[in-house]
């Protein structure tokens, strides 16, 4: 797609939805009208927007559930917002759009008028001018499942309970050995895997390999524990849990060296069967855990009745600990409600020094992120666990170093 300028207008009234494909169009973009929620995603993936307008007066789902649907598609562009509400309410969906870590670029308090529309467009920072951006084809993730093109890197999960950080785990996350496009990152493949009905084999597939990577380290005396992310679509097979079982007993391993995880979001669409395959996993000694939590989607009772493991802070939130004093109290909250629940509390992307401090002296147990180390591919993550373990036998509460 070679014009730069994309603008996806998300608009019920379908005159006032004309009229603003003519100002975008006049203003040097192309346009992609949306008048219901099931044409978000696939138009963010297909169209890949430089701006989304979002008019709040939808009739299907609010304006929130629309920026829900936006940052779940892990949507970059820019938004504006529109709509016949109170001031409080607007600066309120200003804020939770930007709590979801969308860019929310501007809100306007009534109906877009034509010169508000244009002025809000022309505002707007775009990109650099681009080469065709690739977008797989089902077929495409179809081979790389049959190729075995797809595998695991590794990233450092460390203990934020002790100054040094020392290292207790590891996050397994997806990647696309492509011939093309070098390796590809699960976030670039996972909505066209999900729309072809693909997502439980690809999870199956680095399922396999990180059940081999871990025989693999336990040979050369490497133990510590591997999360991986499973898809509330796998639940509603019964047999997972005896089948993931029954894999890691053939492989040799201990149960608790495989510590799976399933989306806070997720598990709320179908809570009774993740409830009943989570208490299968822990009967059978496989630790669980919810990731990306924020406390949107389950109540504190329907989390005391999950046999959880673990639950993990979502990157979002994070993200904006340092400067937001209302994320610093919901973080807070949810290592107060976990210590409650006497289960492990986790937060992904800590990409700086004061943030893993800051989570440090929050209370939270452990901690994942670029700060202690990026994605590494199986080799690379082998080696620095060996020379962690080296380090340690020689030095002993020695400081932790930022890179690796």
Not at 123 to 139: F, N, S
């Amino acid at each position: 797609m070679h014009n730069r300028n994309r603008v996806m207008i998300i608009e019920h009234d379908g005159c006032s939805r004309r009229t603003l494909c003519d100002v975008a169009e006049e203003a040097g973009f192309v346009v992609a009208e949306i008048g219901s929620m099931s044409e978000v995603i696939p138009t963010l993936t297909e169209f890949r927007p430089t701006v989304v307008s979002l008019g709040l007066a939808m009739p299907d789902a609010d304006g929130i559930e629309y920026l829900r649907a936006l940052a779940k598609a892990r949507c970059a562009a820019p938004v504006i917002v529109s709509g016949e509400v109170e001031a409080k309410i607007l600066a309120a969906i200003e804020h939770v759009g930007r709590s979801f870590g969308l860019s929310m670029h501007r809100t306007i308090g009534q109906s877009l008028e034509p010169c508000l529309f244009h002025e809000a467009l022309t505002e707007v920072e775009l990109p650099e001018e681009e080469e065709d951006a690739w977008c797989p084809r089902e077929q495409e993730i179809r081979n790389a499942i049959a190729n075995g093109d797809l595998l695991a890197f590794f990233q450092p999960r460390m203990n934020l309970q002790h100054h040094d950080f020392p290292h207790v785990g590891t996050e397994a996350v997806m990647r696309w050995r492509h011939p093309e496009h070098g390796m590809v990152a699960a976030e670039d493949f996972s909505a066209t895997a999900a729309r072809s009905g693909l997502i439980g084999p690809l999870t199956e597939t680095v399922l396999i390999f990180v059940i081999q990577q871990l025989a693999r380290w336990k040979n050369v005396g490497l133990g510590l524990p591997v999360t991986i992310d499973i898809s509330a679509l796998q639940f509603d097979e019964k047999a997972l849990p005896e089948r993931i079982t029954r894999m890691i007993a053939e492989a040799d391993l201990e149960p608790d060296l495989l510590h799976l995880e399933i989306s806070e979001s997720a598990a709320s669409k179908q809570l009774d069967a993740v409830s009943v395959s989570l208490t299968q996993f822990r009967l059978n000694g496989i630790s669980v855990g919810l990731r990306s939590y924020r406390g949107q989607h389950l109540s504190p009772s329907e989390l005391c009745n999950l046999p959880l493991s673990a639950i993990k802070l979502d990157r979002h939130l994070v993200n904006g600990i340092e400067r937001d004093n209302d994320v610093q109290m919901a973080a807070r909250a949810t290592i107060a409600m976990a210590r409650e629940l006497n289960v492990t509390i986790r937060a992904e992307g800590i990409d700086t020094a004061p943030v893993a401090h800051l989570l440090q002296s929050f209370d939270c147990d452990e901690g994942a992120g670029f700060f202690f180390g990026k994605p590494q591919h199986a080799e690379q993550f082998t080696s620095f666990m060996q020379q962690r373990r080296l380090r340690n036998e020689t030095n002993p509460g020695g400081s932790f170093p930022i890179t690796i």
